[in-house]
């Protein structure tokens, strides 16, 4: 039976290859053009920078100077490398000034009248700012990466993959479709996010989490303040390095909390919720827990306890 199914597909492999056309073979050979450009922008406003951008890869980092640094590449790839030149000039990019702060911005424009864009545009920026600026990134259809801020930052985004590491003060993120990774992080981190996996690592501060579809996995630090998390249609687990770390709240309707064995007696259930509620000795100057979630599961793992 399982040569029968070789056979079938070194016959339909074959077929494909009569059948289709050289275009779509063509397409692996895919030039790309790309041009650079660099602004250095003096004296950061008080409202720091806003990036506005669409298939971008956004990556901003704080650095020890005091001004800020913008390099941007713009690329267009194409299977004909003359349209990819022509159609590397409708990538179109603007930094300008508003409500105290910088607005670097990119649009995809053709100039000629209802032409239709050929080639994949899409643009690189590498922005590097003074450490406490303010960050505001909005991006669709790309990636943001921010690194070593410690003022406020601004996420929102859809269809992106979202990272971030060493951000210190305010964190707040709006996202859809997309996919959020942090770690080595302390922040007062509020997020509103639907269809999204988010996985944190190694983070403290106050954190705010809710999510409306999606998966959530996070590995909070001992020096953690607080986590609450509001959670729709997505399994949320939590790791942590001792159960006895943390006070827990947690809520789950529909499904079932997941302890390890020394704490599963703690758990009541009935058909339709299950609630999970402890202060360890001394509680008072342990951080909250707290977890709501709706139709999926609640998991609660320490280093060193393991679940059956």
Sequence with gaps: MKGSNRLFLHIL??????????EVFAQKMVKVVTKTISHRLEAPLDSGILVQGKKAEVEVTGWDETYIQVEMDLVAKHANLEVAKEELEYIQYKISKKDARYVIENSFFSSRNKARIKSSLSVVYRIFVPINTKVVINNQYGIVKVLNLFNSTHLDVKFCDVSFERVFGEIYAKGEYSEFQGKNFDARLKMDTKRTYIEFKEFAGQIE??????????????MLQFLGVISRHGKVDVIVS????????????????????TESSFVKSNEKK?????????GLNKANINITNLLYPVSIMAFNQRNP
């Design 13 to 22: 492999t074959l077929l494909l290859l009569l059948i289709l056309p050289s």
């Design 209 to 222: 989490i809710q999510n409306n579809y999606g998966d959530i996995k996070l590995s909070p630090s001992p």
């Design 242 to 261: 001792s159960l006895s770390a943390f006070n827990y709240d947690v809520r789950v309707n529909s499904s079932y909390i997941d302890l390890p064995n």
């Design 274 to 282: 299950s609630e999970f509620h402890f202060q360890r000795k001394n």
